[in-house]
């Protein structure tokens, strides 16, 4: 019994192909799902399930909300309090990508002696006032088998002083997910229900507190938004906590007048994807957009100072504009110019990522 750990938007995309490729292996290894409730709307959490096609979760722990203390230390005290009554006891706690929980129910594990195989492991910002840089090197510094998406996560963790033993380049689950629903995403048909015209409309998502959470800055990031929208249509959907510091700065009904800036509320994985997938460029601060948009080959800005996704600069269609948004209009024109990079195709991001993710845990917990 393995105990794959679903918390959080960002990561519903990299359990489902586990899952999948699990059941399909016929390998013996069976899932138990626990999801921490980090996410619980209907619109970040309970649509994903559906769309991805993700059974119900064996385990609800129910965490919600709360500052990072709170939050990591609920899922950390109901993680443990499952662990201790879980019948049968995991074999192994398997977690993906980078947010509290993934590093709190790696935590509550270890210290039960219950191993930890991390997906997306080695990915390194160099920059920790980021909370998910943290999450990162905490829970790599515990898990036993470290699973890694691109180049630059296997040269951190040797850096780190990780065995290579332990180190596992499996690529990326999240592009399984893609290439999966790539053909359906494309039938909804997104951007004509949107009343936007395939290829010539930008697509923004923003909701780092670096970006979202200081009105100073938030001002900056609207007045991007709004000579970006000047030159074609923009389209918004608006996360939860970017929506309640722009309401709290006063700035939301500024956001809805401005011309040709479409705001919306969250979007489900295949809208989100037939949007991205038809923009002329995204303009983000997601880690995940960073990486999709490469295997899409849409132009990508990430208005961030630094990225912990590098081959989707120096391979892909990224550039970490940093945090000059002058910066980022030039980038907009280069584009709108026909003159932006194009990209080429990454290792191990090729749809059967989870295949590789399933034989590692097999070979090391398969019996
Ligand atoms: C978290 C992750 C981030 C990931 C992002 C994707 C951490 C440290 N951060 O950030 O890496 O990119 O998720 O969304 O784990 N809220 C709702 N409904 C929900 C969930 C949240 O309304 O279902 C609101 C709450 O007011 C909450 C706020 O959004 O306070 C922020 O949610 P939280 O999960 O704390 O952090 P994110 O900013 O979403």
């Not at 380049?169 to 951007?191: C, F, Q, S």
């Not at 132009?299 to 989707?312: A, G, I, Q």
């Amino acid at each position: 019994m393995i105990d794959l750990v679903a918390a959080a938007r960002p990561n519903f995309m990299k359990i489902a192909p586990v899952l999948r490729a699990m059941e399909a292996s016929g390998c013996g290894l069976s899932a138990r799902i626990v999801h921490t409730g980090q996410h619980y709307d209907e619109g970040m959490s309970d649509v994903f399930f559906r769309d991805l096609g993700i059974r119900e979760p064996d385990v609800h722990l129910g965490v919600g909300s709360g500052t990072h203390g709170v939050q990591t230390g609920r899922v950390l005290a109901a993680y443990e309090g499952h662990l201790l009554s879980a019948s049968p006891r995991p074999a192994v706690t398997v977690v993906v990508g980078d947010v509290n929980s993934t590093m709190a129910c790696a935590l509550a594990a270890v210290k039960l002696e219950v191993p930890v195989a991390h997906v997306e492991a080695g990915l390194r910002s160099f920059d920790r006032s980021m909370p998910e840089e943290i999450n990162r090197l905490v829970t790599d510094a515990v898990a036993e088998l470290l699973l890694v998406s691109e180049p630059a996560g296997e040269e951190n963790l040797r850096k780190e002083g990780i065995a290579d033993g332990r180190i596992v380049y499996v690529g990326n689950v999240m592009i399984d997910t893609l290439m999966a629903e790539l053909p359906a995403a494309k039938a909804l048909g997104a951007p004509s229900a949107r009343g936007l015209d395939e290829g010539s409309y930008a697509y923004v998502t923003l909701h780092r507190p670096s970006n979202v959470d200081e009105p100073a800055r938030l001002v900056e990031v609207l007045s991007l938004l709004e000579a970006a929208a000047s030159r074609l249509p923009v389209a918004f959907p608006v996360h939860p906590r970017t929506r309640a510091r722009l309401e709290a700065a006063g700035l939301w009904s500024r956001a809805s007048r401005a011309a040709g800036l479409r705001l919306f509320e969250p979007l489900s994985y295949r809208e989100a994807l037939g949007l991205m997938a038809s923009a002329r460029f995204v303009l983000t601060d997601s880690g995940g957009i960073q990486e999709e948009t490469t295997v899409l080959g849409v132009p990508c800005l990430t208005l961030r100072p630094n990225t912990e996704r590098p081959v989707t600069v120096s391979q892909g269609t990224n550039t970490v504009i940093g945090e000059d948004t002058s910066r980022a209009l030039a980038f907009v024109e280069e584009i709108l110019a026909g003159r932006y990079k194009p990209g080429q195709p990454i290792a191990g991001w090729d749809g059967h990522a989870a295949e590789r993710v399933v034989a590692a845990l097999v070979e090391r917990y398969g019996s």
